[in-house]
């Protein structure tokens, strides 16, 4: 998939929201979810994702251990959201992600994070609705 066709998708489940922004978010969120994988499985996401998504990869450093809901405590954080609107971006964003990498890579980073990771890379549709990210700095 092509950055142009992601960074659209992405907007599209986000809601109404810039491409810039756009961006910042997928960024945020996959920085996090990459510090939760493990060194292989974010060089193999990294390898699936368009050239332009910068997130880090960072060979030499371990997976970090923290459960969903810190996941989202992080992305709530480091974007100005509420925990409701964290999990519902992080969901979206996922989901771009997931359409855009192999399903059997998706099925093997799965498998390596605990169970209750599963729901943020859930196929079903997200209901759609704009959530605020003009406050993002």
């Not at 997130?55 to 997976?63: G, M, N, T």
């Not at 890579?105 to 980073?109: F, P, V």
């Given at each position: 998939?092509?950055?142009q066709?992601?960074?659209g998708?992405v907007?599209?489940l986000?809601?109404?929201?810039?491409?810039?922004?756009?961006?910042?978010?997928?960024e945020?969120?996959?920085?996090?979810l990459?510090?939760?994988?493990?060194?292989?499985?974010?060089?193999?996401?990294?390898?699936?994702?368009?050239?332009?998504?910068t997130?880090?990869?960072?060979?030499?450093?371990?997976?970090q251990?923290?459960?969903?809901?810190?996941?989202?405590?992080?992305?709530?954080?480091?974007?100005?959201l509420?925990?409701?609107?964290?999990?519902?971006?992080?969901?979206?964003v996922?989901?771009?992600v997931v359409?855009?990498?192999?399903?059997g890579?998706?099925?093997?980073?799965v498998?390596g994070?605990?169970?209750?990771?599963?729901?943020l890379?859930?196929?079903?549709p997200?209901?759609?609705?704009?959530i605020?990210?003009?406050s993002?700095?």
């Open positions: 998939m092509k950055y066709e992601f960074s998708r907007q599209e986000i809601g109404e929201t810039s491409a810039r922004d756009a961006k910042r978010i997928t945020v969120i996959l920085e996090i990459g510090g939760r994988l493990t060194r292989i499985h974010r060089k193999h996401l990294a390898a699936q994702l368009p050239g332009e998504l997130f880090p990869i960072v060979e030499d450093e371990p997976a251990q923290f459960p969903l809901e810190e996941f989202y405590n992080r992305v709530a954080s480091r974007l100005e509420n925990f409701h609107e964290a999990i519902v971006t992080s969901r979206r996922i989901g771009a359409e855009a990498v192999s399903e890579e998706i099925e093997d980073i498998a994070l605990p169970a209750e990771f599963a729901e890379f859930e196929r079903e997200l209901e759609k609705s704009a605020d990210v003009h993002l700095r």
